[in-house]
């Protein structure tokens, strides 16, 4: 799920001293996000990340001045939050690490594997900025930096199973009770106090239940799988999405939360060469593309151009979370050339 985004330049920018110029990220938001850059370095398209803003927190991400001209920015909710990922996104894809910081000056590295692109939005600095620039990030509730604080905190708490009341904003009684019954429980200082200390604790505690829960792949097989899935979403309805490219002995989530359904179709395949090798078992048939993809099974794949693929049944239970494991011997041997 998209949310509406919000650029705004700083007002002050045009008093600011060529010193203090600065581009800024700031989170109005009622989650806690991770935050990327991207502008010119030189004669070449530069990425940044990930920063950590917290509900409420403004950062200055380049120290350097803002230039005339174009950025691209981007920022996705942290994976502890509950329902589906929340990005803040436009439609310029751009290389970016899944993990820890990093300073990408080549965007060639992640041509071929697309769970290291985010499609970053468009912000135009304008000269009249004075090299200082703002880029917020907003909710259709238009919280102000305490606000959005506020609203962190309860959306945290709520992410854990506290009680709160409404996402507001607001604190009012039920939500300085489950903050009070938080602190003491984490053995902070008493008392429905908001600070760094208990937004970070929520955090942790936020992605470390996440961190158990969804469906992972794990590749035990010797090459890179590409790798694809089809969720039930309604009487008879699926949608498919991919690809996660996996290397050999790593895992990857690809369906976060506690799992609502009791099967799943898998879908893998090895390339060696010009030739692939599929992955067996397969009983049926869901749409698939060439580049990253979430297509509904309502339609026919030829009528919405797609091509097919054969999916195997995956069964699951009731459990909350599931991994498949793609193994060496799963997958049919290439056809002979």
Known sequence: MRFLLAAFAASLAM?????????????????????????????RLATRGWWRLRPGQCKV????????????????AIPGHRGPLRSWSGETPLCVENAGFFNLRNQEVCRDDPTRQRSFFDVEVTPEAGGTWQTDFAEASNYTVYSAEVAGVQRLLRDLGKEVGAIDGALGRDTQRALAAYRAEKGLSEGAVIDDAVIDALIEDANAREAKLGFFYCNKASAPVWSAIAEPEKDGVYVSKGWWKIEPGD?????????AHD????????????????????DRTFCVNAVKFAISSEAACADQEYDEAVFRRFEIGAAPSATFDFVEDMFVAPPAQ
């Open 15 to 43: 008093a600011a001293a060529p010193a203090q110029a600065k581009y800024s990220l700031c989170n109005k938001t009622s989650y806690a996000l991770s935050a990327a850059i991207g502008y010119v370095d030189g004669d």
């Open 61 to 76: 991400v380049l120290t350097e001045p803002a230039n005339p001209g174009r950025y691209f920015v981007y920022a996705e």
């Open 251 to 259: 895992c990857a989530k690809v369906i976060k939360g506690a799992l």
């Open 263 to 282: 099967h799943f179709y898998v879908y893998g395949v090895i390339e060696e060469g010009r030739a692939e090798r599929r992955l067996a078992g397969g």
